[in-house]
C-alpha cells in the first residue's frame, strides 16, 4: 500500500505537514479579508459576517474540512515532536547552534501549541459559546475592548506570526521549492507573510482597545 | 614556531554496552601548525608513555577527502572551522588555555564502539538499498556519448562530493541523515544514467534511512553549516520532490 508507506516514512509525514500547512494559510487568508471589513467599521463586519453565515450549508462543510486539516496537522505534528524528542535535548556535553535565529524553528511545537489553546478559546468565545441574539459585530467589539482579553489576542497572533516565519520557509523547502532564483524572493516571503497576518489581525485588538473602533 | 597549551575533556567509552564518562587531559606546547588529529596523536603517545589507553579515533587519509575521521567539538561536527573535517582542522584556530569537548557524533543509528569511533555503516545500508545504478550489460559507452549540459553535471558533482562522514547526523536536532541521503540521490537524478531507477531509489533510500533510525528533517539547516563539502540543502529539496514523484507517481 504506497499510502500507508507514504504516511508512515519521514519525508510523507513532513509532506502531510506541508500540504495541511499551506491549506491552513489558504484558510488564514480568507480569514484575514474577511476580518478586515472591520477596519471599515462594525455595520461592514456584520455585512460580512450575516453574508457568510446566510450559507450555512457550506459554513458547516468547508468549517468540518478545518477541522480534519487542524487535526490532520496537529496530531501528524504532535507524532513527529515526540519522535524527535528522543534524540533532541541534551545529547551532547556541549550543545550548540551553528545556524543564528534557530529561535522560530526550535519553538515550533509550542508555538503551535500557543495557537491551538488560542483557536479553542477564539472559537468557544466567538461562536459556540458566543452571546445569543447579539450581533457578532457588537460581540467583537465587547470582548476586544477588554484589556487582557485583547493582549491574549495579539501575544497569541505573535506567535502565529514566529510559527509562520519557520512554518512558511518549511513548507516551501518540503514541496521542494528551493532554487537559487527564487531564495531570495522566499526569504523576503518568510517575513513578509507573517507580518502580513500579525498587522492584519493583531490591528484589530488594538484597534479595539485604544479605542479608536470603538466609534463605529 | 607558536605553541598552545590546551585542557581536553575527552569522551571515553569502552565499547557499544559500556557506559561512558569524560576524562580530562593537559596537553603543553601544541605547534599551531599542527592538525586536530596530530594533537591527538601526540595525547595518545604521552598517554601510551604513561600505560594508559590511547582514545580511538577514526581517520584515513587525513587530507579531508576520505570521510573518515570526525568528532563534535565543542558542540560542533568537524570542530569551529567552515567546510573542512576535522583532519583539516588546524590549532591555528584555537588559543591557549582553551579548554576543548570532544565528544563523539551522536546518532541513534551510529553506535559508539569505543570513545570517538562511531560505526556508520548505516550509511552503507542506506547506499545499498538503492544509491547505484545497475548497467546490465555492453560494453563500456564512450565518455562523451551521452551530452550533459555542464550546469547539469556541476550540480550533481556538487552532490557528489559527500564523503559520508556523517557531520549532518551529528549536528541535526533530530538526528536526521536527509543531507547524506539527499546528496547520494541527487547525484544520480541528475545525471541520464540515474533515470532508470530513479522512481524506486528515493522511496527505497529513505524507507532504509528511516529503518535505520535517523530522525526527520525540520528544515533546521544545521547541516549545511557544518557540512565539510558545503553539500547544499536544495539536494534535500530535490530529495523531497524525488521522493513526491516516487511515491505518488511511480509505477
Known amino acids: 500500500m504506497w499510502f500507508v508507506s507514504f504516511v508512515k516514512s519521514s519525508i510523507g509525514k513532513k509532506i502531510i505537514m506541508a500540504t495541511t500547512g499551506l491549506l491552513l494559510i489558504l484558510f488564514l487568508a480568507v480569514h484575514a479579508f474577511g476580518n478586515a471589513a472591520i477596519y471599515m467599521g462594525s455595520k461592514y463586519f456584520q455585512i460580512y459576517a450575516d453574508t457568510l453565515h446566510g450559507f450555512p450549508v457550506l459554513v458547516l462543510i468547508f468549517g468540518l474540512g478545518l477541522l480534519v ?70 460581540t467583537v467589539k465587547e470582548y476586544l475592548s477588554g484589556f487582557f482579553y ?33 531564495n531570495c524572493l522566499i526569504a523576503k516571503l518568510t517575513i513578509i507573510v507573517p507580518v502580513f497576518f500579525l498587522v492584519l489581525f493583531g490591528g484589530i485588538p488594538i484597534y479595539f482597545m485604544t479605542g479608536a473602533g470603538s466609534a463605529y | 614556531m607558536n605553541t598552545i597549551d590546551l585542557t581536553l575533556k575527552i569522551w571515553r567509552q569502552k565499547d557499544n554496552d559500556s557506559l561512558g564518562n569524560f576524562e580530562t587531559y593537559t596537553l603543553r606546547d601544541i605547534t599551531t601548525d599542527m592538525s586536530f588529529l596530530e594533537m591527538l596523536d601526540v595525547l595518545n603517545e604521552n598517554l601510551t608513555k604513561e600505560g594508559k589507553e590511547p582514545v580511538a579515533f577514526d581517520h584515513d587519509c587525513r587530507e579531508g577527502i576520505c570521510g573518515m575521521c570526525g568528532a563534535v567539538v565543542d558542540g560542533v561536527a568537524h570542530g569551529p572551522d567552515k567546510e573542512v573535517t576535522l583532519c583539516q582542522l588546524h590549532m591555528r584556530t584555537f588559543n591557549t588555555g582553551d579548554t576543548l569537548v570532544i565528544e563523539p557524533f551522536r546518532s541513534r543509528a551510529f553506535p559508539i564502539r569505543k570513545d570517538l569511533v562511531v ?24 565518455g562523451n556519448a551521452i551530452p550533459i549540459s555542464s550546469e547539469t553535471a556541476e550540480l550533481s558533482m556538487d552532490a557528489a562530493a559527500c564523503i559520508g562522514c556523517g557531520a549532518c547526523v551529528a549536528s541535526c536536532p533530530n538526528g536526521a541523515a536527509m543531507l547524506f541521503t539527499s546528496a547520494k540521490i541527487s547525484q544520480l537524478a541528475l545525471l541520464p544514467q540515474g533515470q532508470p531507477e530513479r522512481k524506486k531509489r528515493a522511496q527505497a533510500m529513505v524507507q532504509q534511512m528511516d529503518a535505520e533510525g535517523f530522525g526527520h528533517c525540520t528544515n533546521e539547516k544545521e547541516c549545511e553549516m557544518v557540512c565539510p563539502k558545503g553539500i547544499s540543502i536544495r ?9 513526491m514523484k516516487g511515491i505518488l507517481m511511480g509505477e
Not at chain 1, 545556524?99 to 526550535?106: C, G, K
Not at chain 1, 489576542?153 to 527564487?182: D, K
Open chain 1, 69 to 138: 486539516l487542524f487535526i490532520a496537522h496537529i496530531s501528524v505534528g504532535t507524532l513527529l515532536f515526540l519522535e524527535s524528542r528522543s534524540t533532541r535535548y541534551s545529547r551532547y556535553e556541549v550543545n550548540k547552534r551553528v545556524v543564528e535565529n534557530t529561535f522560530a524553528s526550535r519553538t515550533m511545537p509550542f508555538t503551535g501549541l500557543f495557537i491551538l489553546v488560542f483557536t479553542i478559546i477564539h472559537v468557544f468565545g466567538f461562536n459556540i459559546a458566543a452571546p445569543a441574539g447579539v450581533p457578532i459585530s457588537v
Open chain 1, 150 to 182: 485583547s493582549l491574549f489576542y495579539i501575544v497569541s497572533f505573535v506567535a502565529l506570526a514566529i510559527h509562520l516565519n519557520h512554518g512558511f520557509w518549511s513548507m516551501l523547502q518540503t514541496f521542494g521549492v528551493n532554487h537559487p532564483r527564487y
Open chain 2, 119 to 142: 560505526d556508520r555503516s548505516a550509511f552503507d545500508r542506506v547506499i545499498q538499498a538503492g544509491g547505484y545504478v545497475s548497467i546490465n550489460t555492453g560494453g563500456t559507452i564512450d
Open chain 2, 235 to 243: 539536494n534535500i529539496a530535490r530529495l523531497n520532490r524525488e521522493y
